[in-house]
């Protein structure tokens, strides 16, 4: 789940306009991208790549969140590519440049379009696999469906564990609004859920999300209220680290009970890393704590299965 997800709006009325942005550090970034496609329903899922291939180090596979793209990894590609790591990141089906899924609107209609596109550019090569909110829980499902996938799993700030029964953030919608006061509940919507420290609402992360959400063709999501993940890491074999920002709003006062899911859940589960002073979107509130973090995580499970 990320901003922009069941937000409260109409879909079979859009707004003629909506508010854009422009963004020098995404244009930058795409320009130094490399760019695939694997089949995907009647189109293409598109993938973006950064970084050179090692024969000793398996390709670092990035899912986004909820209403997002490669992007939403803006602030974590180059200091990756640094560390070492050729960088993976598709946009989902259904949302930045991609095509819908063949079939479905939520997280389980990925499946099947992710493990082909996997297999297409990989082939029986497991990637190290890691996935943001609703690209964890999309993630964590594919692995359940097809382990063999992936060396690891990271699951960043993920939904669906069961173990908060409200919805714990209500977004405002937006596309019925004049463009002007779209970019105001933009920015609720991103400090409400996203983001801990609301000055950074404004400049990049702002550029990213209006960028996103109003690609979006994958509005009406539900499975992230549910147990869905929790009920399909028991079928996933490799390591699973977790991490989360310690102020993430989806489980803000059950940091504990969420752990205690993972371990219940997860056959080879590795731990929970907590990064302070950041919510939901861990990965842009705190990058290089998230990246100390994400690269501890990468070594442990590179490591292989504890007996």
């Known amino acids: 789940m990320t901003a922009g997800d069941d937000e409260d709006h109409n879909p079979a009325a859009p707004a003629r306009e909506v508010a854009r942005l422009p963004s020098p550090e995404i244009d930058r970034l795409r320009a130094l991208a490399q760019r695939h496609t694997t089949p995907c329903g009647s189109g293409d ?17 990035l899912l986004h969140g909820g209403s997002g793209s490669w992007t939403h990894w803006v602030r974590n590609i180059e200091p990756l590519v640094a560390a070492g790591r050729q960088i993976w990141i598709p946009d989902l089906p259904g949302f930045g440049d991609s095509a819908t899924p063949p079939t479905g609107g939520d ?18 090569r497991p ?10 829980l999309t993630a964590g499902l594919t692995l359940a469906a097809h382990p063999e996938l992936a060396r690891q799993l990271v699951v960043v700030g993920a939904p669906a564990m069961g173990v908060v029964a ?9 596309r019925h609004l004049p463009p002007a006061e779209q970019l105001d509940m933009h920015r609720y919507n991103l400090a409400v859920l996203m983001l801990r420290d609301a000055a950074l609402v404004e ?3 702002l550029e990213v999300h209006v960028g996103n959400v109003v690609r979006d063709r994958m509005t009406r999501r539900r499975l992230a209220r549910t147990d869905i993940l929790a009920r399909s890491l028991p079928q996933v074999t490799c390591p699973v680290h977790v991490i989360y920002g310690e102020a993430d709003a989806l489980y803000q006062g059950f940091m504990a009970e969420l752990e205690a899911a993972y371990a219940a859940a997860v056959p080879d589960f590795r731990g929970m890393a907590l990064v302070a002073d950041a919510g939901h979107w861990v990965q842009f509130e705190r990058p290089e704590v998230f990246l100390q973090a994400l690269l501890a995580a990468l070594a442990d499970g590179a490591a292989g299965r504890r007996g």
């Open 45 to 61: 899922m598109v993938w973006h790549t950064w970084g050179e291939a090692r024969g000793d180090v398996p390709p670092l596979v």
């Open 166 to 174: 409200e919805r714990p953030v209500r977004l405002k919608g937006w």
């Open 127 to 136: 990637v190290d696999l890691v996935g943001f909110s609703f690209g964890g």
């Open 107 to 124: 997280a389980d209609a990925l499946v099947e379009p992710m493990a082909e596109g996997l297999r297409a550019l990989f082939g029986p």
């Open 203 to 205: 400049g990049l992360a």
